[in-house]
């Protein structure tokens, strides 16, 4: 069993209570941008004129859920380039509808859509809450962020008594009819449609009128926590890919300077594919990067050799292997928790990574001291995909896909490796500070 160093279980603590504090994509980006500005990150409105300085420290926000933070190096930009870690902000699960309400015989429940592809049985017999931001009509419209944070909904199982077969079968949900969620018991003398409007304006001490609208996130409750005989594994939600964000901001703020400029670029709405004007599909990377390039005095040709010169370390959360699931797994790439970061390859590009940009990786795990993993995905099953194909594509630049090994990815509770994290942590530290970034030649 692997000791646990104080410093490592520190960095895990720390994780933990970010998710705990991040229970939607706008609230982990409010998050973050408090985290940066207790370390001096001064914050940019894309609306205004940038004034830049080497080694000075910056972020901007893009619609409250899309976050890039930087530090310009201390060496030219068109030679040094950037150096980037691209994330997530969002995590599969349930976000609550326009019209939520409805009557169903004696209860009064909540619709959800389904956001990316959770597994949907996982979410049933769990305290749930909401959180997110509702819309108010002010003049000019205001949005806050709203999070109810004690369980106020809830997807009760069916007893075994009425589904027999749900051992041999599994637990199947009906997408429309079955995930409605239940939150009260109806009451005659209060109109169905005004129970939650007036519950949501209660909560905002506003008045109820004054809503417009809500985008909502359905979470579990219960908080991130330490498991195994020496605590050396983490259980949370979202960890996909909150996790990732964790390690890009702190190996960010390790270093007092650098040569290149670095950069991180957590995006909203991977879950979904990119395709929106926050997403890895959008403008948001390129605009900042030309406006870095721009801010600091350098040209288009200059711009281009500054990507040239750049890396993106594209950072999601693996597939770790579970033993008791051996059909699941290429039999040569079971990738295992704690035993470092996984470099993720596939032949059809869902992810990045290629011969020059591997053999660049592990040499920066092997100068962070750091074991790294290799998955590839079984041919018989459909590979996920990352924001590296799409970013690196867009902007011209070499990639690589990495991340910490998972158990249960899209489950509404995940669980990860303490030492992984600060495996990821060291070596994203030792890539911001690597002189330059070798051509391939």
């Known amino acids: 069993m692997p000791t646990i160093e104080p410093t490592r279980r520190r960095q895990a ?27 001096g990150f001064q ?20 619609d409250d859920s899309s976050l890039i933070a930087f530090i310009p190096g201390a060496d030219p930009l068109p030679t040094a380039g950037f150096r980037l870690v691209g994330a997530h902000t969002d995590s599969p699960g349930l976000r609550l509808r326009s019209h939520p309400v409805e009557a169903a015989d004696t209860m009064l429940r909540l619709g959800a859509e389904i956001y990316g592809s959770p597994i949907l049985a996982t979410w049933t017999d769990r305290d ?44 199947r949900l009906d997408k429309q009819s079955e995930l409605p969620l239940l939150m009260a018991v109806l009451e005659n003398e209060i109109p169905t449609d005004r129970r939650f409007i007036d519950l949501l304006a209660s909560h905002l001490d506003c008045d109820p009128e004054t809503i417009s609208g809500w985008e909502l996130n359905v979470y579990d409750t219960q908080r991130g926590a330490f498991w195994g005989p020496n605590d050396e594994f983490v259980a949370s939600a979202r960890l996909d890919n909150l996790a990732s964000c964790h390690a890009a901001l702190t190996a960010l703020m390790a270093e007092d300077e650098t040569p290149g400029t670095r ?38 040709i200059e711009r281009r050799r500054a990507l040239a010169a750049s890396f993106l370390v594209s950072a999601d959360m693996a597939h770790a292997y579970q033993p008791n699931f051996p059909k699941g797994y290429e039999p040569s790439h079971k990738t295992v928790v704690n035993l470092g970061p996984v470099i993720k390859t596939n032949a059809n590009l869902r992810y990045t990574t290629e011969a020059f940009s591997q053999a660049l990786f592990c040499g920066w795990c092997e100068e962070a001291g750091v074991p790294w993993q290799q998955y590839v995905h079984r041919n018989d099953l459909p590979c996920g995909s990352t924001i590296g194909p799409m970013t690196s594509a867009r902007l011209g630049i070499r990639s690589i896909d990495v991340g910490s090994p998972l158990w249960a990815m899209h489950s509404v509770r995940e669980s990860a490796g303490v030492l992984d994290h600060a495996y990821m942590i060291e070596v994203l530290g030792r890539f911001f500070a690597c002189p330059q970034i070798p051509a391939n030649a």
């Open 43 to 62: 914050n940019l409105d894309e609306r205004s004129d940038w004034e830049l300085e080497a080694n000075g420290r910056y972020y901007v926000l893009r």
């Open 263 to 300: 950069v991180c670029a957590l995006f909203d709405h991977e879950e979904v594919g990119s395709e929106s004007f926050k997403g890895a599909a959008g403008s948001f990377l390129e605009d900042t990067l030309t406006r870095i390039s721009t801010t600091l005095g350098m040209d288009g």
């Open 128 to 171: 749930l809450s909401l959180a997110g931001r509702v819309a108010l009509r002010h003049e000019p419209p205001t949005v806050c962020l709203v999070d109810f944070a004690t369980p106020l909904l809830r997807l009760p199982n069916l007893a075994i008594h009425m589904n027999r077969k749900v051992n041999e079968e599994g637990l």
């Open 13 to 39: 603590e720390a994780l933990l209570r970010f998710i705990d504090s991040s229970p939607s994509p706008w609230h982990a980006a409010y998050t973050m941008a408090e985290w940066l500005e207790e370390e």
